[in-house]
């Protein structure tokens, strides 16, 4: 295992080597083999070096748990040009950077599994609009390469963390009570068994979210409403007065695919999902 760690504060700034080595130490120590690593994925050179480093030690890379991250949490108007760009840089940035580095290695095996870090944040709330942005290209990169994966033997899912880590407690450090709710009910152990078991090669699923909080394990989902089919041209007064049924979410899908959900949106319309109209949206690529 290749443990990297840049080792900076919580919003990014600075670096220190520490942290890398005592994990990989500790794994060392409980009879694991791990290498310290200190590359900066949030650059395409550093993810590089990064992959080099597994291949050079072990010859193949198997797995890959994209958990680099940074926290800056404020309201829009208060974060600077480069506060943005160091978040998004670390979060979409370095997942994308490391999902380029190990794909080709992972294909070429015809196998791989991959674990991204998503966030709660995805939910919104105060403070978290950059955060929530970088988590969200998380998400879409998970969506989008677990059906890139499906031909290949590559399976890519997320987890999304409720954790007493640094980063987290050191954002509640203001609320005492809090802290140490989260400290006592969400230990980090718990959430290292999920990503654990979406790490092993008998994991029955690609393109999901389990929600790791605590003791509680759920899943998160994107899912589109029955909605309303209007029998004319929908003008603005029509979505209107139909907002109640539009947004119910009593009856729903989680479409698997882009082609998935414009098959459901063809039958919703009365038009057959076979045939011509079963619209194939890959790339030309991925077609030949």
Not at 6 to 34: F, H, K, L, M, N
Not at 202 to 212: D, K, R, Y
Not at 216 to 243: A, K, N, Q, S, Y
Request: charged fraction near 20%; include cysteine.
């Amino acid at each position: 295992m290749v443990v990297n760690d840049v080792g900076t504060g919580i919003d990014g700034r600075g670096a220190s080597s520490p942290p890398a080595y005592a994990v990989a130490e500790e794994i060392e120590a409980s009879g694991g083999q791990a290498v310290a690593d200190l590359h900066d994925v949030a650059t395409t050179a550093g993810a590089r070096a990064l992959a080099e480093v597994a291949l050079e030690q072990w010859g193949r890379l198997d797995v890959l748990v994209n958990n680099a991250g940074i926290s800056i949490l404020r309201p829009l108007g208060e974060l600077s040009d480069q506060e943005c760009r160091r978040v998004l840089d670390t979060h979409a940035g370095g997942t994308l950077n490391m999902l380029r580095a190990v794909w080709p290695h992972m294909a070429g095996c015809g196998y791989g599994r991959i674990v991204n870090t998503c966030s709660d944040a995805l939910f919104g709330d105060t403070g978290l609009s950059v955060y929530a942005a970088g988590k969200g290209a998380v998400l879409g990169l998970t969506t989008s390469l677990a059906s890139e994966g499906a031909g290949l033997g590559i399976k890519v899912n997320a987890v999304v963390p409720i954790a007493a880590t640094r980063m987290s407690l050191e954002a509640l450090q203001d609320d005492e009570r809090m802290t140490a709710v989260v400290s006592d009910l969400f230990p980090a152990r718990h959430v290292a068994s999920v990503v654990a078991f979406l790490a092993h090669e008998s994991v029955p699923c690609t393109g999901e979210l389990l929600h790791a909080a605590g003791r509680r394990v759920g899943r998160i989902f994107l899912g589109v409403t029955e909605g309303v089919v209007c029998e004319e041209d929908p003008t603005p007064e029509w979505v209107g007065e139909h907002v109640p049924r539009i947004r119910s979410t009593e009856q729903f899908r989680t479409p698997q695919s882009v082609s998935a959900s414009m098959a459901f949106s063809l039958a919703r319309l009365g038009v057959g999902g076979t045939g011509p109209l079963a619209l194939d949206l890959t790339t030309p690529a991925a077609r030949t």
